[in-house]
């Protein structure tokens, strides 16, 4: 029976061409190690609850959806060097792909550097305690907390590019990896301050900040001097002229990124105005259980956006297309999952952070519906991201993010803090329309005019 068991083991994860074997490889080793990170990610929001109490960890909770919104402007250039390193390797372009690291790691010092010093000069001038609504929540100046914050942010933002030569070059689960040490890492340190130390919100920042930042920088030098070696960093290969290419996919990807910001992390920042960051925690309770959702999906999907580069270069558009079937069928599972999740919701919450946090069932079921389309979204981005056809995701995101901010005030004030959910569920419902559509025509090879841009 055992040998049987092997036997199937072996079977399965060297049957079918190369490019499926790599992306069942990935999908296994993500699932275990994100498995374990989800654990940890969940006993780490129990145990900041205990270390900070729940007004302070409301504030945490905004406070990374602002300065999240800095650290993402990358200019689109992690996903261009995704997209540029995924198509040189399936060309087998070694000089192009050393090019394009190096490349990328000194435009993003360089943005990091610039952004910053903007956020610096800006936010010296801004009244954080008034825009966040803290008054009485807090007794002490806001802004040293943002601070710190955003250096960590921009640490990690000038050594993330390391996650796109990871995923382009297959190796996903390295990147899952990374995550979860980083997590493992402020997990125990937070456990070690809860029993020695008082809750303390400029500690909670530094750790917070600087466990994934260290986690990061012993993986650079480990990871460049081993199997990444032929791709390290060097000012020596660093090219105008590769600088021009990347930008050039990159500024889609980028005003893509914004539109999505708008979208993903203004929840925090609009709760927090209109009923205060007591509520974001609430918000950010439900949100991070239904999460789960997304996180496990994302264990999936993500190879595929490489993946889908290599077959979209190699024209392979019958893979393409049973892929996307495949991917259907799976988001029909995660539906029922996600039922199961809404009727166990309560007594889950329960369990996990105590009475005296209470979240009503229609932010659980807003937030269910949501990550959904999500993972719809998910599906059909992925592979117009990975065959570079960006000018209608561009468009839609555009006017997605404009319609959102008012749409979540006005719902907000209607019907609670749920109302942000809604609206990200109702702006996503209609641009995946569009995108279901055009991803239709480009795997029967029928794209033309603005759906194959």
């Not at 997304?294 to 580069?309: G, K």
């Not at 029922?336 to 069932?361: D, H, K, T, Y």
């Not at 419902?429 to 569009?434: C, D, Q, R, V, Y």
Request: contains cysteine.
């Amino acid at each position: 029976m055992i040998a049987s068991i092997k036997q199937k083991i072996h079977l399965f994860f060297n049957e079918g061409d190369e490019r499926s074997r790599k992306l069942k490889r990935n999908i296994v080793y993500s699932g275990l190690i994100k498995g374990i990170a989800f654990i940890i990610s969940f006993w780490l929001v129990r145990i900041t609850l205990q270390y900070v109490n729940a007004t302070q960890y409301g504030i945490w909770a905004t406070i990374i959806s602002i300065v999240t919104w800095m650290n993402n402007f990358d200019i689109g250039l992690g996903n261009g060097l995704k997209n540029k390193l995924a198509q040189s390797l399936a060309l087998d372009e070694r000089q192009s792909m050393v090019s394009s690291v190096s490349t990328t790691y000194a435009l993003m010092l360089l943005v990091a550097t610039v952004a910053f010093g903007v956020f610096f000069i800006i936010g010296s001038f801004i009244n954080w305690n008034s825009l966040l609504n803290l008054k009485g929540a807090i007794s002490y100046n806001i802004w040293p907390v943002l601070l710190i914050t955003m250096g960590g942010f921009c640490l990690q933002f000038i050594l993330q590019p390391l996650n796109n030569i990871l995923i382009a070059t297959h190796q996903t689960f390295k990147f899952s990896l990374l995550m979860m040490l980083g997590q493992a890492l402020t997990f125990v340190i937070i456990t070690v301050l809860k029993q020695f130390t008082t809750g303390n919100l400029y500690t909670l920042v530094f750790v917070a900040m600087g466990s994934p930042v260290l986690v990061y920088l012993v993986a650079h030098i480990y990871l460049f001097s081993t199997s990444l070696k032929s791709l390290a960093p060097s000012w020596r290969f660093v090219d105008k002229k590769m600088a021009k290419s990347l930008f050039s996919v990159g500024g889609s990807f980028f005003l893509i990124q914004v539109g999505t910001l708008v979208l993903y992390e203004t929840d925090a920042l609009i709760i927090s105005n209109v009923k205060g960051p007591a509520s974001v925690t609430v918000f950010n309770i439900a949100y991070k259980y239904f999460s789960i959702l997304f996180f496990s999906f994302s264990v999936i999907i993500t190879p595929f956006w490489s993946a889908f580069t290599d077959a979209f270069a190699k024209r392979d558009f019958a893979w393409i297309r049973n892929t996307m079937k495949r991917m259907r069928l799976l988001w029909l599972a995660f539906v029922a999952i996600a039922a199961v999740m809404l009727a166990c919701s309560s007594l889950f919450f329960r369990l996990w952070v105590g009475a005296e946090i209470r979240v009503p069932l229609m932010l659980s079921i807003n937030i269910a519906l949501y990550m959904l389309m999500l993972l719809w979204n998910d599906i059909h981005t992925f592979l117009l991201n990975g065959t570079g056809k960006l000018r209608l995701q561009l468009i839609l995101c555009v006017l997605a993010a404009v319609a959102n901010i008012p749409l979540s005030i006005w719902l907000v004030g209607k019907i609670g803090i749920s109302g942000t959910a809604l609206a990200n569920f109702i702006v996503l419902f209609l641009a995946n329309i569009f995108f279901t559509y055009q991803c239709r025509l480009i795997i029967n090879e029928k794209a033309k005019g603005i759906w194959n841009k």
